[in-house]
Protein backbone atom coordinates (compact mmCIF):
# COMPACT_ATOMS: atom_id res chain seq x y z
CA UNK A 1 0.00 0.00 0.00
CA UNK A 2 1.19 3.65 -0.60
CA UNK A 3 1.37 5.70 2.49
CA UNK A 4 2.75 9.01 0.30
CA UNK A 5 6.00 9.42 3.30
CA UNK A 6 7.55 12.89 3.00
CA UNK A 7 11.08 12.09 1.87
CA UNK A 8 11.83 12.37 4.80
CA UNK A 9 10.08 10.41 6.30
CA UNK A 10 11.11 7.75 3.75
CA UNK A 11 14.98 8.34 5.21
CA UNK A 12 13.26 8.14 8.48
CA UNK A 13 12.01 4.97 7.93
CA UNK A 14 14.81 3.04 5.83
CA UNK A 15 17.17 4.05 8.51
CA UNK A 16 15.14 2.66 11.46
CA UNK A 17 15.28 0.06 9.47
CA UNK A 18 18.61 -0.60 8.51
CA UNK A 19 19.36 0.00 11.62
CA UNK A 20 17.33 -2.90 13.06
CA UNK A 21 18.38 -5.63 10.58
CA UNK A 22 22.24 -4.59 10.48
CA UNK A 23 22.61 -3.65 15.01
CA UNK A 24 19.16 -5.30 16.39
CA UNK A 25 18.73 -8.37 14.50
CA UNK A 26 22.32 -10.33 15.24
CA UNK A 27 21.68 -9.89 19.30
CA UNK A 28 18.13 -9.68 19.73
CA UNK A 29 17.98 -13.35 20.92
CA UNK A 30 20.58 -12.50 23.04
CA UNK A 31 19.17 -9.36 24.65
CA UNK A 32 16.38 -11.22 25.22
CA UNK A 33 18.23 -14.29 26.72
CA UNK A 34 20.00 -11.84 29.47
CA UNK A 35 17.13 -9.80 29.62
CA UNK A 36 19.36 -6.62 29.57
CA UNK A 37 18.47 -3.08 28.34
CA UNK A 38 19.75 -2.07 24.91
CA UNK A 39 22.20 0.31 25.39
CA UNK A 40 24.12 -0.42 22.40
CA UNK A 41 21.49 0.19 20.45
CA UNK A 42 20.19 3.11 22.01
CA UNK A 43 23.42 4.59 21.32
CA UNK A 44 23.10 4.13 17.94
CA UNK A 45 19.31 5.66 17.98
CA UNK A 46 20.66 8.59 19.20
CA UNK A 47 23.76 8.97 17.12
CA UNK A 48 21.56 8.44 14.09
CA UNK A 49 18.33 11.27 15.55
CA UNK A 50 16.15 8.57 15.97
CA UNK A 51 15.18 10.60 19.33
CA UNK A 52 14.74 13.53 17.75
CA UNK A 53 12.09 12.91 14.78
CA UNK A 54 9.31 13.79 17.29
CA UNK A 55 11.15 16.89 18.69
CA UNK A 56 11.00 20.50 16.97
CA UNK A 57 13.77 21.80 15.54
CA UNK A 58 14.01 24.83 17.61
CA UNK A 59 14.56 22.28 20.66
CA UNK A 60 17.29 20.33 18.46
CA UNK A 61 15.35 17.62 16.98
CA UNK A 62 13.70 16.78 13.47
CA UNK A 63 10.09 18.88 13.59
CA UNK A 64 8.21 15.30 12.71
CA UNK A 65 5.60 14.59 15.04
CA UNK A 66 3.79 11.49 16.03
CA UNK A 67 3.50 9.94 12.92
CA UNK A 68 7.43 9.90 12.15
CA UNK A 69 8.10 8.56 15.41
CA UNK A 70 5.86 5.43 14.85
CA UNK A 71 7.29 4.79 11.70
CA UNK A 72 10.34 4.06 13.66
CA UNK A 73 8.54 2.20 16.75
CA UNK A 74 7.20 0.11 13.76
CA UNK A 75 10.37 -0.75 11.73
CA UNK A 76 12.45 -1.55 15.30
CA UNK A 77 9.46 -3.74 16.74
CA UNK A 78 9.49 -5.74 12.97
CA UNK A 79 12.43 -7.17 14.39
CA UNK A 80 12.73 -6.76 18.33
CA UNK A 81 9.25 -5.54 20.27
CA UNK A 82 11.54 -4.96 23.53
CA UNK A 83 14.19 -2.50 21.53
CA UNK A 84 11.16 -0.76 20.46
CA UNK A 85 9.32 0.08 23.03
CA UNK A 86 12.28 1.17 25.20
CA UNK A 87 12.38 3.67 22.41
CA UNK A 88 8.74 4.39 22.55
CA UNK A 89 8.87 4.93 25.85
CA UNK A 90 10.94 8.20 25.56
CA UNK A 91 8.26 9.61 23.42
CA UNK A 92 5.83 8.51 26.62
CA UNK A 93 8.01 10.39 28.91
CA UNK A 94 8.35 13.44 26.80
CA UNK A 95 5.03 14.38 24.97
CA UNK A 96 3.70 16.09 28.32
CA UNK A 97 6.58 17.96 28.41
CA UNK A 98 6.71 19.18 24.46
CA UNK A 99 2.63 19.96 24.79
CA UNK A 100 2.35 21.35 28.37
CA UNK A 101 5.70 22.31 29.22
CA UNK A 102 6.77 25.71 29.89
CA UNK A 103 9.52 27.67 27.45
CA UNK A 104 12.27 27.24 29.99
CA UNK A 105 11.60 23.40 30.96
CA UNK A 106 11.50 22.91 27.25
CA UNK A 107 15.14 24.94 26.45
CA UNK A 108 16.20 22.97 29.30
CA UNK A 109 15.17 19.43 28.51
CA UNK A 110 14.37 18.93 25.13
CA UNK A 111 17.40 19.15 23.18
CA UNK A 112 19.17 16.19 25.78
CA UNK A 113 16.03 14.26 25.21
CA UNK A 114 16.15 15.37 21.05
CA UNK A 115 19.47 14.20 21.00
CA UNK A 116 19.59 10.66 23.08
CA UNK A 117 21.62 11.81 25.91
CA UNK A 118 18.68 11.58 28.25
CA UNK A 119 15.98 8.71 27.66
CA UNK A 120 12.73 9.13 29.83
CA UNK A 121 9.95 7.63 31.01
CA UNK A 122 6.20 8.20 32.56
CA UNK A 123 5.26 6.91 36.26
CA UNK A 124 1.80 6.83 36.55
CA UNK A 125 0.70 3.24 37.35
CA UNK A 126 0.81 1.91 41.48
CA UNK A 127 -0.07 -1.24 42.56
CA UNK A 128 -3.66 0.35 43.82
CA UNK A 129 -4.28 2.20 40.23
CA UNK A 130 -3.87 0.30 37.09
CA UNK A 131 -6.67 0.78 34.83
CA UNK A 132 -7.99 2.65 37.79
CA UNK A 133 -5.74 5.72 37.69
CA UNK A 134 -7.63 7.25 40.24
CA UNK A 135 -6.52 4.74 42.93
CA UNK A 136 -3.12 6.39 43.05
CA UNK A 137 -1.57 7.03 46.44
CA UNK A 138 1.73 9.08 45.78
CA UNK A 139 2.00 12.10 47.06
CA UNK A 140 3.26 15.51 46.21
CA UNK A 141 3.06 17.79 49.41
CA UNK A 142 3.91 21.54 48.78
CA UNK A 143 6.93 22.80 50.68
CA UNK A 144 9.04 25.66 50.84
CA UNK A 145 10.31 26.38 47.09
CA UNK A 146 8.87 22.86 45.54
CA UNK A 147 6.82 19.60 46.52
CA UNK A 148 8.08 16.73 48.25
CA UNK A 149 7.12 13.28 46.87
CA UNK A 150 6.26 9.92 49.01
CA UNK A 151 5.57 6.82 47.17
CA UNK A 152 5.94 3.85 44.86
CA UNK A 153 4.98 3.63 40.86
CA UNK A 154 5.08 0.01 39.88
CA UNK A 155 5.89 -1.42 36.23
CA UNK A 156 7.73 1.56 34.86
CA UNK A 157 9.00 0.84 30.97
CA UNK A 158 12.93 2.64 31.18
CA UNK A 159 12.57 2.95 35.26
CA UNK A 160 16.40 2.68 36.10
CA UNK A 161 17.98 3.45 32.88
CA UNK A 162 15.92 6.85 32.06
CA UNK A 163 17.57 10.16 32.82
CA UNK A 164 14.41 12.03 32.92
CA UNK A 165 10.41 11.05 34.44
CA UNK A 166 7.06 12.34 34.01
CA UNK A 167 5.67 11.58 37.51
CA UNK A 168 2.02 11.93 38.31
CA UNK A 169 1.33 12.39 42.10
CA UNK A 170 -1.32 13.94 44.13
CA UNK A 171 -1.21 17.79 45.30
CA UNK A 172 -4.22 17.31 46.71
CA UNK A 173 -6.14 14.28 47.88
CA UNK A 174 -9.07 15.12 48.63
CA UNK A 175 -10.15 16.36 45.20
CA UNK A 176 -9.75 12.93 43.84
CA UNK A 177 -9.16 13.30 40.19
CA UNK A 178 -8.89 16.67 40.15
CA UNK A 179 -6.14 16.48 43.19
CA UNK A 180 -3.11 15.28 40.55
CA UNK A 181 -0.23 17.04 39.36
CA UNK A 182 2.35 16.14 36.39
CA UNK A 183 6.17 16.69 37.79
CA UNK A 184 9.38 16.34 35.78
CA UNK A 185 11.95 14.44 38.25
CA UNK A 186 15.65 13.47 37.74
CA UNK A 187 17.52 10.77 37.96
CA UNK A 188 19.79 11.26 40.98
CA UNK A 189 17.25 13.58 42.71
CA UNK A 190 17.27 12.85 47.07
CA UNK A 191 15.21 10.55 47.84
CA UNK A 192 14.53 8.99 44.34
CA UNK A 193 15.81 5.33 44.24
CA UNK A 194 14.46 2.06 42.11
CA UNK A 195 13.11 -0.80 43.08
CA UNK A 196 12.36 -4.23 42.01
CA UNK A 197 13.11 -4.62 38.20
CA UNK A 198 10.45 -7.00 37.01
CA UNK A 199 10.76 -9.97 35.25
CA UNK A 200 8.89 -10.54 32.17
CA UNK A 201 6.96 -13.10 29.62
CA UNK A 202 8.08 -10.98 26.78
CA UNK A 203 9.58 -7.62 25.80
CA UNK A 204 12.48 -8.92 28.14
CA UNK A 205 15.44 -6.53 26.78
CA UNK A 206 13.58 -3.36 27.66
CA UNK A 207 13.10 -2.27 31.65
CA UNK A 208 10.41 -2.44 33.97
CA UNK A 209 10.81 -1.31 37.50
CA UNK A 210 9.36 0.63 40.45
CA UNK A 211 10.02 3.78 41.16
CA UNK A 212 10.58 4.77 44.69
CA UNK A 213 10.07 8.03 46.34
CA UNK A 214 10.73 8.91 49.52
CA UNK A 215 10.81 12.28 51.36
CA UNK A 216 12.13 13.23 47.58
CA UNK A 217 12.06 17.13 46.62
CA UNK A 218 10.94 18.57 43.58
CA UNK A 219 11.60 21.66 43.01
CA UNK A 220 8.91 23.92 41.48
CA UNK A 221 9.33 25.10 38.21
CA UNK A 222 9.11 21.12 37.30
CA UNK A 223 5.53 20.92 37.63
CA UNK A 224 4.42 20.59 34.10
CA UNK A 225 0.82 22.45 33.38
CA UNK A 226 -0.46 23.41 36.91
CA UNK A 227 -1.76 21.96 40.01
CA UNK A 228 -4.44 19.50 39.67
CA UNK A 229 -4.12 18.98 35.38
CA UNK A 230 -2.07 15.47 36.35
CA UNK A 231 -5.13 13.50 34.86
CA UNK A 232 -6.17 15.66 32.50
CA UNK A 233 -2.49 16.03 30.80
CA UNK A 234 -2.33 11.72 31.09
CA UNK A 235 -5.27 11.17 29.45
CA UNK A 236 -3.96 13.94 26.34
CA UNK A 237 -0.84 11.97 26.92
CA UNK A 238 -2.04 8.86 26.12
CA UNK A 239 -4.36 9.90 23.56
CA UNK A 240 -0.83 10.90 21.71
CA UNK A 241 0.81 8.01 22.64
CA UNK A 242 -1.09 5.24 21.62
CA UNK A 243 -0.42 5.10 18.20
CA UNK A 244 2.80 4.37 18.79
CA UNK A 245 2.19 1.43 20.82
CA UNK A 246 -0.04 0.50 17.64
CA UNK A 247 2.72 0.92 15.38
CA UNK A 248 4.68 -1.77 18.04
CA UNK A 249 2.33 -4.33 17.34
CA UNK A 250 1.83 -3.35 13.43
CA UNK A 251 5.92 -4.16 13.55
CA UNK A 252 5.77 -7.09 15.29
CA UNK A 253 3.04 -8.85 13.11
CA UNK A 254 4.62 -7.95 9.96
CA UNK A 255 7.72 -9.45 11.20
CA UNK A 256 5.77 -12.69 12.22
CA UNK A 257 4.17 -12.47 8.76
CA UNK A 258 7.65 -12.27 6.76
CA UNK A 259 8.53 -15.10 9.22
CA UNK A 260 6.00 -17.05 8.12
CA UNK A 261 5.91 -16.42 4.63
CA UNK A 262 9.43 -17.68 4.80
CA UNK A 263 9.03 -20.61 6.74
CA UNK A 264 6.17 -21.43 4.37
CA UNK A 265 7.76 -21.59 1.66
CA UNK A 266 10.91 -23.89 2.61
CA UNK A 267 8.92 -26.45 4.78
CA UNK A 268 8.95 -29.32 3.00
CA UNK A 269 5.58 -31.89 3.31
CA UNK A 270 4.08 -34.39 1.44
CA UNK A 271 6.66 -33.56 -1.02
CA UNK A 272 5.98 -30.14 -1.58
CA UNK A 273 6.05 -26.68 0.31
CA UNK A 274 3.14 -25.79 2.68
CA UNK A 275 2.69 -23.03 1.42
CA UNK A 276 1.14 -24.98 -1.74
CA UNK A 277 -1.56 -25.79 1.07
CA UNK A 278 -4.74 -23.84 0.60
CA UNK A 279 -5.12 -24.15 4.52
CA UNK A 280 -1.83 -22.27 5.14
CA UNK A 281 -2.65 -19.74 1.83
CA UNK A 282 -5.83 -18.83 3.57
CA UNK A 283 -3.90 -18.24 6.88
CA UNK A 284 -1.42 -16.12 5.40
CA UNK A 285 -4.00 -13.67 3.32
CA UNK A 286 -5.67 -13.32 6.57
CA UNK A 287 -2.52 -12.50 8.51
CA UNK A 288 -1.66 -10.13 5.55
CA UNK A 289 -5.02 -8.37 5.69
CA UNK A 290 -5.48 -7.73 9.29
CA UNK A 291 -1.58 -6.13 9.14
CA UNK A 292 -2.09 -3.93 6.76
CA UNK A 293 -5.61 -2.65 8.01
CA UNK A 294 -3.95 -2.25 10.95
CA UNK A 295 -1.14 -0.14 9.81
CA UNK A 296 -3.61 2.07 7.90
CA UNK A 297 -5.55 2.82 10.89
CA UNK A 298 -2.33 3.68 13.42
CA UNK A 299 -0.82 5.77 10.45
CA UNK A 300 -4.67 7.55 10.16
CA UNK A 301 -4.70 8.22 13.59
CA UNK A 302 -1.17 9.37 14.06
CA UNK A 303 -1.37 11.74 11.19
CA UNK A 304 -4.90 12.93 12.88
CA UNK A 305 -2.83 13.69 16.03
CA UNK A 306 -0.10 15.72 13.60
CA UNK A 307 -2.79 17.59 11.89
CA UNK A 308 -3.34 19.66 14.75
CA UNK A 309 -7.34 18.26 14.98
CA UNK A 310 -8.73 18.80 18.65
CA UNK A 311 -9.91 15.54 19.72
CA UNK A 312 -8.32 12.02 18.65
CA UNK A 313 -9.62 10.02 21.41
CA UNK A 314 -11.65 7.58 19.25
CA UNK A 315 -8.98 7.32 16.23
CA UNK A 316 -6.32 6.69 19.04
CA UNK A 317 -7.62 4.25 21.13
CA UNK A 318 -9.32 2.02 18.14
CA UNK A 319 -6.04 1.81 16.59
CA UNK A 320 -4.02 0.70 19.65
CA UNK A 321 -6.66 -1.96 20.22
CA UNK A 322 -7.18 -3.47 16.66
CA UNK A 323 -3.29 -3.33 16.45
CA UNK A 324 -2.67 -4.84 19.43
CA UNK A 325 -5.29 -7.16 18.78
CA UNK A 326 -3.93 -8.04 15.32
CA UNK A 327 -0.34 -8.91 16.40
CA UNK A 328 -1.96 -11.14 19.47
CA UNK A 329 -3.36 -13.00 16.40
CA UNK A 330 -1.09 -12.55 13.39
CA UNK A 331 1.59 -14.32 15.72
CA UNK A 332 -0.28 -16.53 17.05
CA UNK A 333 -1.23 -18.13 13.54
CA UNK A 334 2.40 -17.82 12.68
CA UNK A 335 3.35 -19.85 15.18
CA UNK A 336 0.72 -22.57 13.51
CA UNK A 337 2.41 -22.40 10.72
CA UNK A 338 5.88 -23.24 12.16
CA UNK A 339 4.59 -26.32 14.03
CA UNK A 340 6.24 -27.84 16.59
CA UNK A 341 9.73 -25.62 15.62
CA UNK A 342 7.82 -22.60 16.32
CA UNK A 343 7.38 -23.40 20.22
CA UNK A 344 11.23 -23.41 20.23
CA UNK A 345 13.96 -20.90 20.99
CA UNK A 346 15.50 -21.54 18.32
CA UNK A 347 13.06 -19.66 15.96
CA UNK A 348 12.12 -16.17 16.32
CA UNK A 349 8.11 -16.84 16.11
CA UNK A 350 8.47 -18.04 20.28
CA UNK A 351 10.13 -14.15 20.78
CA UNK A 352 7.22 -12.79 18.82
CA UNK A 353 4.06 -14.25 20.51
CA UNK A 354 5.53 -13.76 23.66
CA UNK A 355 6.30 -10.40 23.14
CA UNK A 356 2.57 -9.63 21.57
CA UNK A 357 0.81 -9.59 24.69
CA UNK A 358 1.55 -6.62 26.36
CA UNK A 359 0.21 -4.55 23.52
CA UNK A 360 -3.37 -5.42 24.63
CA UNK A 361 -2.60 -4.83 28.32
CA UNK A 362 -0.30 -1.64 28.52
CA UNK A 363 -0.85 1.52 27.84
CA UNK A 364 -4.87 0.81 28.67
CA UNK A 365 -6.12 -2.51 28.57
CA UNK A 366 -7.98 -3.55 25.83
CA UNK A 367 -11.58 -3.80 27.51
CA UNK A 368 -10.89 -0.54 28.77
CA UNK A 369 -10.30 0.83 25.34
CA UNK A 370 -13.36 -0.64 23.88
CA UNK A 371 -15.34 0.55 27.00
CA UNK A 372 -13.91 4.32 26.37
CA UNK A 373 -14.77 4.19 22.44
CA UNK A 374 -18.39 2.91 23.16
CA UNK A 375 -18.15 6.02 25.35
CA UNK A 376 -17.37 8.29 22.74
CA UNK A 377 -19.63 6.69 20.19
CA UNK A 378 -22.90 6.88 22.60
CA UNK A 379 -21.55 10.68 22.72
CA UNK A 380 -21.38 11.50 18.95
CA UNK A 381 -24.30 8.73 18.61
CA UNK A 382 -21.45 6.66 16.41
CA UNK A 383 -21.69 9.40 13.44
CA UNK A 384 -18.72 10.48 11.94
CA UNK A 385 -17.65 13.99 10.91
C1 LIG B 1 5.55 -4.47 30.78
C2 LIG B 1 4.75 -3.32 31.32
C3 LIG B 1 5.18 -2.02 31.10
C4 LIG B 1 4.44 -0.95 31.62
N1 LIG B 1 4.92 0.34 31.47
C5 LIG B 1 4.29 1.35 32.14
C6 LIG B 1 4.84 2.67 32.14
O1 LIG B 1 5.87 2.95 31.52
N2 LIG B 1 4.22 3.63 32.88
C7 LIG B 1 3.08 3.38 33.58
O2 LIG B 1 2.57 4.29 34.24
N3 LIG B 1 2.51 2.14 33.56
C8 LIG B 1 3.09 1.13 32.87
N4 LIG B 1 2.53 -0.14 32.87
C9 LIG B 1 1.27 -0.36 33.55
C10 LIG B 1 0.13 -0.68 32.57
O3 LIG B 1 -0.27 0.46 31.87
C11 LIG B 1 -1.00 -1.34 33.39
O4 LIG B 1 -0.54 -2.64 33.70
C12 LIG B 1 -2.30 -1.40 32.62
O5 LIG B 1 -2.87 -0.12 32.52
C13 LIG B 1 -3.34 -2.33 33.27
O6 LIG B 1 -3.43 -2.10 34.64
P1 LIG B 1 -3.31 -3.34 35.66
O7 LIG B 1 -2.12 -4.13 35.26
O8 LIG B 1 -3.36 -2.82 37.03
O9 LIG B 1 -4.60 -4.20 35.37
P2 LIG B 1 -6.03 -4.01 36.06
O10 LIG B 1 -6.45 -2.59 35.96
O11 LIG B 1 -6.01 -4.63 37.40
O12 LIG B 1 -6.95 -4.86 35.08
C14 LIG B 1 -7.10 -6.28 35.20
C15 LIG B 1 -8.14 -6.72 34.18
O13 LIG B 1 -9.40 -6.09 34.44
C16 LIG B 1 -9.84 -5.40 33.29
N5 LIG B 1 -10.50 -4.15 33.69
C17 LIG B 1 -10.10 -3.26 34.63
N6 LIG B 1 -10.94 -2.22 34.70
C18 LIG B 1 -11.89 -2.44 33.76
C19 LIG B 1 -13.03 -1.72 33.31
N7 LIG B 1 -13.38 -0.55 33.86
N8 LIG B 1 -13.79 -2.25 32.33
C20 LIG B 1 -13.45 -3.44 31.76
N9 LIG B 1 -12.38 -4.17 32.13
C21 LIG B 1 -11.60 -3.67 33.11
C22 LIG B 1 -8.59 -5.11 32.46
O14 LIG B 1 -8.88 -4.97 31.08
C23 LIG B 1 -7.76 -6.35 32.74
O15 LIG B 1 -8.17 -7.37 31.85
C24 LIG B 1 3.24 -1.20 32.32
C25 LIG B 1 2.80 -2.53 32.51
C26 LIG B 1 3.54 -3.58 32.02
C27 LIG B 1 3.03 -4.98 32.29
Known sequence: M????????KE?????????????????????????FPWEIMKVLADTDMFGV????????LGGGVFDMCLVVEELSRVCSGVAVSYAASGLGTFTLLGYGTEEQKRK???????????????????TAGSDAGGIKTTAQRTSGGYILNGTKQFITNG???ELYTIIALTAKEKGPRGASAFLVEKGAPGFSFGRKEKKLGIRTSSTRELVFEDCFVPEENIIGREGMGFILTMKLLDRSRPGLGAQAVGLAQGALEAAVDYARQRIQFGHPIIALQAIQLMLADMAIQVEAARALVYAAARTIDSGAKNFT???AMSKVFASDTAMKVTTDAMQIFGGVGYMRDYPIEK???????????????QVLRTAI????????????
Request: hydrophobic share 35%.
Open 2 to 9: EYFLSEQQ
Open 12 to 36: IKNLARTIAEEKILPVRAELDEKEE
Open 54 to 61: FIPEEYGG
Open 109 to 127: YLPDIASGRKLTAFGLTEA
Open 160 to 162: GDA
Open 314 to 316: LGS
Open 352 to 366: MFRDAKITQIYEGAN
Open 374 to 385: AFELRKTKGMRD
